[in-house]
């Protein structure tokens, strides 16, 4: 990412950290994926020369402002949900305003529904969002996984370990995957087929 840039988006991210240290409801909180584990998955980006990349759980469209730069070179496409239509809202305005918007499409939709729909397609994919409902999402996200030389990544599996443990242990226990946790940010799963 050029330094620039990299500024803008790193005021950004302390910004909305503040606002998420006002707020006492977890879930009105932006809960942005932390600059590191964002600059670890642009780099995976970057070097798979990711097509297509799908990110489940928008918010404001921080980790969205990441990916859209890192598919910037391969002239990819990124597809990201969120379930609130004014997240989507903001989302929007943010790449608007750094001038990433062009291979981006965001979609108000509940990720549940659109997982059913969702074509193996994807290079890339990243699950951030209601971690209780990941185990329901995962015959999908298998299915997703079909496509060769796809990556699963999810993140906070070790600041909610417990909370993903269960997801995990099934990935883990149909032996068809490649799993591996990398101390990063809040703790990233990434999942392959290969
Ligand atoms: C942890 S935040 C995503 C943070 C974002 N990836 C970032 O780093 O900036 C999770 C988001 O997922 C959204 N979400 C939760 N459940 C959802 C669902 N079933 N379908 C779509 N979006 C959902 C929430 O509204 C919230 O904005």
């Known amino acids: 990412m050029e330094q620039k840039l990299r500024q803008r988006i790193i005021q950004l991210y302390q910004q909305f950290k503040k606002e998420d240290a006002q707020k006492e409801n977890r879930l009105e909180k932006w809960r942005n994926l932390e600059p590191e584990s964002a600059e670890l998955i642009s780099i995976m980006i970057k070097t798979q020369q990711s097509k297509n990349v799908l990110e489940l759980g928008t ?81 999908y996200l298998q299915n997703l996984l079909t496509k060769k030389g796809s990556l699963l990544i999810v993140d906070n599996v070790i600041s909610h370990h417990n909370d993903v443990e269960a997801f995990i242990s099934m990935i883990q226990g149909s032996g068809d995957f490649t799993t591996s946790i990398v101390n990063v940010g809040a703790g990233i799963l990434l999942v392959t087929g290969e």
Not at 71 to 86: D, Q, R
Not at 97 to 124: H, K, R, W
């Open 59 to 139: 918010s404001n469209g921080f980790s969205t402002l990441w990916f859209a730069d890192a598919l910037h070179p391969s002239n990819g496409k990124l597809v990201s949900i969120e379930i609130e239509e004014s997240r989507t809202q903001q989302a929007k305005e943010h790449l608007t305003d750094f001038q990433l918007s062009e291979n981006v499409a965001l979609i108000t939709a509940d990720i549940g529904q659109f997982l059913t729909e969702a074509q193996p397609i994807y290079d890339l994919i990243f699950l951030d969002a209601e971690r209780k409902n990941y185990v329901a999402y995962w015959p």
